[in-house]
């Protein structure tokens, strides 16, 4: 079975513009979520994604958004990047959602510049 | 402010040692506390848990859940050096939804 892919994998901007980043899950599972990885603030919760709805969101500027298609894919939007957004973007997928087994994509590493 | 806190921040043993990493949480709403293991990239699961007092295991890992005094234990006995990686303990509960909060991690190195 074929693990969650991310792309790209890694990426360079420069502030104030616009960046989508693309998770596709395990075949079956239904639930994306999307997580920031940041030497200083660890590991942090974006969203969750579950048949195309919006389930579950954390405590990150309307900047940040996302969207789930019909064949579970799921793609990430940040808009007016700033430096502090430069990270490790992470999705993982589930088949029911984030408190049951997830599944991790590689990553995206992202630099603002 | 709900906040996980993760002890100790990093730890060094030889092989062959008994560790507990400990994960305590002040979160409203408790739902369940998930253990993962990060060593390269991307967590991989190892646990769940929603019940005080209910060992989960796996092979020379386990982990244990208070909700009385908030707080679980992943213990791993017999290290071995492929058990270096940062141990991160997550807490899931309701807030207008569901929302999840990472402690920073434990670093473990396991030297032969």
Known sequence: ??????????????????????CS????HRSVSWYQQ???????FLFEYFSETQRNKGNFPGRFSGRQFSNSRSEM???????????????ASSLWGTSYEQYFGPGTRLTVT | EDKVVQSPLSLVVHEGDTVT???SYEVTNFRSL?????????PTFLFMLTSSGIEKKSGRLSSILDKKELFSILNITATQTGDSAVYLCAVEFNQAGTALIFGKGTTLSVSS
Do not use: F, H, M
């Not at chain 1, 899950?25 to 079956?28: C, E, T, V």
């Not at chain 1, 940041?38 to 942090?44: F, H, K, V």
């Not at chain 1, 939007?77 to 992470?90: K, P």
């Open chain 1, 1 to 22: 079975k074929a693990g969650v892919t991310q792309t790209p994998r890694y990426l360079i901007k420069t502030r104030g513009q616009q960046v989508t980043l693309s």
């Open chain 1, 38 to 44: 940041t030497p200083g603030q660890g590991l942090q």
């Open chain 2, 34 to 42: 998930l253990w993962y293991k990060q060593e390269k990239k991307a």
């Open chain 1, 77 to 91: 939007n940040v808009s007016t990047l700033e430096l502090g957004d430069s990270a490790l973007y992470l999705c």
């Open chain 2, 21 to 23: 990493l400990n994960c």
């Open chain 1, 25 to 28: 899950p395990i075949s079956g």
